[in-house]
Nanobody, 121 residues
Framework: QVQLVEGGGGLVQPGGSLRLSCAASGSIFSIRAMGWYRQAPEKQRELVATITKDGSANYADSVKGRFTISRDNTKNTVYLQMNSLKPEDTAVYYC???????????????WGQGTQITVSS
């Protein structure tokens, strides 16, 4: 069974920083892209950033220049460094992985349980 476990959420003041992590574990065959999505109250889930296996990153316009996504393929872990946080960044952040497991060797999306980020003074 594959799991994505997130960490690093919490409450931060505007202008502050947080770093999220997400580790994939279990019977993993291969991981292609990994990424972060977020969902604010009464809004649809939206892409924040994605990163390919070779490190090519893509960002939502709203976070460009403030957020940085990275990954450690040896640890099956993706990170999101969030700087200059704004109240509008408040949301539940979800980790995503395009992953093939040893049990189900076709690639499909896996999701973490979500971690709350609240930006408020």
């Amino acid at each position: 069974q594959v799991q994505l476990v997130e960490g690093g959420g919490g409450l931060v003041q505007p202008g502050g920083s947080l770093r999220l992590s997400c580790a994939a574990s279990g019977s993993i065959f291969s991981i292609r892209a990994m990424g972060w999505y977020r969902q604010a109250p009464e809004k649809q889930r939206e892409l924040v950033a994605t990163i390919t296996k070779d490190g090519s990153a893509n960002y939502a316009d709203s976070v460009k220049g403030r957020f940085t996504i990275s990954r450690d393929n040896t640890k099956n872990t993706v990170y999101l460094q969030m700087n200059s946080l704004k109240p509008e960044d408040t949301a539940v952040y979800y980790c995503n992985a395009d992953l093939a497991s040893n049990r189900y060797p076709s690639y499909r999306d896996y999701w973490g349980q979500g971690t709350q980020i609240t930006v408020s003074s």
